[in-house]
């Protein structure tokens, strides 16, 4: 089955600096890729789309400035939180969607990031 | 605007106590209808692709069935491990983001 690896599964850091969250496909190529942000027993919220070798499309009300995405390549797409504060601490998910035509809409997560700013 | 309402929010269930989980959805032509499972702390699991009202997919003790405004997801003699919360989502021809509902959180006790 498709397989999405998201890394790290969690991560601690201190308030002022940034963090990266990588996410790959390791057994398609991810045309598109996501990245969500939950809060405690909420549903997903989509941050941002990205497109392999296009800039990233974010939702009304996220900081393009601040989360940072690259999708540098079919298989990779990375989120990084500059400046992290502790408003930050969340569970971030991304998820990719395989080339599509035929039946490929379905998308695939990763295991999720749990950071925590302190 | 494509749109999905999952129902009931919670739902409480004896083991072996069936029971179906709605999923009811408005999309400008529909590329997919799509349910996954998410246990707390994880990302959510794929689960079934819907294409086409009167399609039906069974997995386990799940079955997912569609027509052309909802989804149900039934659950057949649950078991404690079926606990999680259940996500439905669809994907239009009018986009390319697929639209979550905000989950159906299903506890099963033994």
């Known amino acids: 089955g498709a397989v999405v690896s998201q890394h790290p599964s969690w991560v601690i850091c201190k308030s002022g600096t940034s963090v990266k969250i990588e996410c790959r496909s390791l057994d398609f190529q991810a045309t598109t890729m996501f990245w969500y942000r939950q809060f405690p027993k909420q549903s997903l919220m989509l941050m941002a789309t990205s497109n392999e070798g296009s800039k990233a499309t974010y939702e009304q009300g996220v900081e393009k400035d601040k989360f940072l995405i690259n999708h540098a390549s079919l298989t990779l797409s990375t989120l990084t939180v500059t400046s992290a504060h502790p408003e930050d601490s969340s569970f971030y998910i991304c998820?990719?969607?395989?080339?599509?035509?035929?039946?490929?809409?379905?998308?695939?997560f990763g295991q999720g990031t749990r950071l925590t700013v302190v | 605007e494509d749109q999905v309402t999952q129902s009931p929010e919670a739902l409480r269930l004896q083991e072996g106590e069936s029971s179906s989980l709605n999923c009811s959805y408005t999309v400008s032509g529909l590329r997919g209808l799509f349910w996954y499972r998410q246990d707390p702390g994880k990302g959510p699991e794929f689960l079934f692709t819907?294409?086409?009202a009167g399609e039906e997919k069974e997995k386990e003790r799940l079955k997912a069935t569609l027509t052309k405004k909802e989804s149900f997801l039934h659950i057949t003699a649950p078991k404690p491990e079926d606990s999680a919360t259940y996500l439905c989502a669809v994907l239009g021809t009018g986009g390319f983001k697929t639209i979550f509902g905000a989950g159906t959180r299903l506890f099963v006790k033994a």
């Open positions: 819907l294409y086409s």
């Open positions: 998820s990719a969607r395989a080339r599509t035509g035929g039946a490929g809409t379905e998308a695939f």
